[in-house]
């Protein structure tokens, strides 16, 4: 089983609608969870951290769910501007947490 | 601040060349880390340092070595250069495991 693993898609979508990520882990000691975004041909870029709790920021949720290893981002009233890769990121636990660990992204295409 | 700067941002190699790619940044961070890109493959850690004197191998360190004599400076040296090195490559820093990395805009390497 991968480490992190991630629906490739694409996703493609219009504009305005509300799209859901999902992502699983295999480490159960994972300590840290982020969700990246990468543009084409540019470098990641952090979106949003994930917590337990779950969490929000304007048109982005998170959701965590550590008893099955789950994780969740959904974009609500998508631009086009969203279009990106998505990626899901783990922070393994113990003495390997000092990196991160990639899933390989799931391609969002928003249309007009 | 600059954040994290990557140089150069293109290069081409001959087959058996060495070269350094240059990390630096200026967000005081501890962590920093090398990550290569390929199609299909998601992001690959390469090597990873939790602070000046201190770094360790990733996923997929051969061929590639590292060193940590600053806090601002991580560079990646390629020892001989391969085809099979073709890729992207990115330097991230961030404070902590409990925040994501930081990335810099990447080094593109032609290995011919």
């Known amino acids: 089983r991968k480490e992190v693993e991630q629906d490739p898609g694409p996703f493609n979508v219009p504009e305005g609608a509300t799209v859901a990520f999902n992502c699983t882990y295999s480490n159960s000691a994972s300590q840290s969870f982020f969700w990246y975004r990468q543009d084409c041909r540019k470098e990641p870029k952090l979106l949003m951290s994930?917590?337990?709790s779950g969490n929000e920021d304007g048109r982005f949720t998170a959701q965590l769910n550590r008893a099955s290893q789950y994780i969740s981002l959904l974009i609500r009233d998508s631009k086009l501007s969203d279009s990106a890769t998505y990626l899901c990121v783990v922070t393994p636990g113990g003495e390997a947490g000092t990196a991160l660990i990639f899933g390989k992204g799931t391609t969002l295409s928003v249309s007009s | 601040n600059a954040g994290v700067t990557q140089t150069p941002k293109f290069q081409v190699l001959k087959t058996g060349q060495s070269m350094t790619l240059q990390c630096a940044q200026d967000?005081?961070?501890?962590?920093m880390s090398w990550y290569r890109q390929d199609p299909g493959m998601g992001l690959r850690l390469i090597h990873y340092?939790?602070?000046?004197?201190?770094?360790d191998q990733g996923e997929v360190p051969n061929g590639y070595n590292v060193s940590r004599s600053t806090t601002e400076d991580f560079p990646l040296r390629l020892l001989s250069a391969a085809p099979s090195q073709t890729s992207v490559y990115f330097c991230?820093?961030?404070?902590?495991?409990?925040?994501?990395?930081?990335f810099g805009s990447g080094t593109r390497l032609t290995v011919v």
């Open positions: 340092s939790v602070g000046a004197g201190i770094t």
């Open positions: 994930v917590y337990s």
């Open positions: 991230a820093s961030r404070v902590d495991r409990s925040y994501g990395y930081t």
């Open positions: 967000m005081n961070h501890e962590y």
